[in-house]
């Protein structure tokens, strides 16, 4: 199952002509989740991948560069006629911001599903699940994100099943459901299994127990990096992040590749990344149409595909160039 991250909006709390607001869109197999939904959200898909048939929206915090593209995305979606249904998550304090668009964008054809998160719920899909993870912000009842793919089978010998006896063909796939097939148990012939891949988006935060111990060994971790390291101590009166406090976090979690977002229009990016690398060497800092891409571990490393490196009709379709790009 395909699992990328596509970076619509990678500024912090105020666009610039290079970084929207924050929005992040997960893909994961057939699926579409958006992460925040800042204001100009919808066109930032429409001038990229397109603007897809959302199947859930999940708001991190309630400060507006992080949800105020909502009321525009729903009304788009009704004047196209849209009849499936749609759930929006966040924390407590979502019905009422909800409740309070309604007169904005009016009524809608399709169901719409306001649902607030209650500690750890964790929301099922096909596959993976999504669980809400406390975060630290000021003023805000803040959420992190992690998206969790259920485990996998172990590997199937086969070579070892066909000379233990079993025929190629449909007893393989007897072994693979747990069958004992010709006197072979499933677990002679099949590894243990596999970890599902992860992917953890932070919204806005400073430095956070809760999100190291959820981002453990993660594959991606989306971190916010508002501020570079001597204005630590304006990230810690705004319940921000600097670059360094990020990376020290990813560090700490071993995960595979830190990814910097919420960039303060104060810098251009790759700053904040060499801060980030002098601590955690795998960093990216994702430019808005940025992707990164998840393989299965056994298949290589998450890879970083700049939107410059797609052709200009992959640009205009939303298909993706295969080159992956590791500096700015």
């Not at 699992?3 to 929207?20: D, H, I, K, Q, W």
């Not at 010998?157 to 693979?176: E, I, K, M, N, S």
């Not at 204005?231 to 976090?249: D, I, K, N, W, Y």
């Amino acid at each position: 199952m395909d699992l990328s991250v596509f970076f619509a909006g990678t500024g912090g709390s105020v666009p610039s002509p290079r970084r929207g607001l924050p929005s992040i869109l997960v893909r994961f197999g057939g699926d579409r989740l958006l992460f925040d939904c800042g204001e100009g959200t919808q066109r930032q898909l429409l001038r990229s991948i397109g603007l897809a048939d959302l199947d859930a929206i999940f708001i991190t915090h309630f400060h507006a560069d992080h949800w105020l593209g909502l009321p525009g995305m729903l009304k788009s979606f009704a004047l196209r006629e849209r009849e499936q249904p749609l759930a929006i998550y966040g924390p407590k304090g979502l019905r009422q911001i909800m409740d309070s668009l309604r007169f904005v964008y009016g009524r809608l054809p399709y169901e719409l599903g306001v649902i607030e998160l209650d500690g750890a719920q964790t929301t099922r899909f096909d596959g993976y699940a999504v669980t809400p993870v406390p975060a630290s912000h000021r003023g805000a009842s803040a959420v992190s994100y992690a998206i969790v793919e259920d485990p996998r089978p172990g590997h199937f010998d086969a070579d070892l099943a066909q000379q233990l006896g079993v025929t190629p063909g449909p007893d393989f796939g007897r072994l693979t459901r747990g069958e004992t097939v010709a006197g072979v148990r499933p677990e002679q012939v099949i590894g243990e299994q596999r970890q599902g891949r992860k992917v953890l988006i932070s919204g806005d935060t400073s430095p956070c127990e809760a999100i190291a111990i959820a981002a453990h060994e993660a594959d991606l971790l989306v971190h916010e990096a508002t501020f570079a390291e001597q204005e630590s101590e304006r990230a810690r009166q705004t319940g921000h992040s600097t670059a360094r406090q990020a990376a020290e976090l990813a560090r700490a979690a071993d995960v595979r590749m830190l990814a910097l977002t919420h960039i303060s229009t104060r810098y251009w990016g790759g700053e904040l990344r060499e801060e980030a690398r002098a601590v955690f060497a795998n960093t990216q800092s994702p430019r808005d149409f940025d992707s990164i891409e998840i393989p299965f571990p056994e298949r290589g490393a998450p890879q970083l595909i700049r939107w410059q490196t797609r052709r200009p009709s992959d640009q205009a379709t939303g298909e993706q160039d295969t080159e992956a790009v590791t500096a700015s």
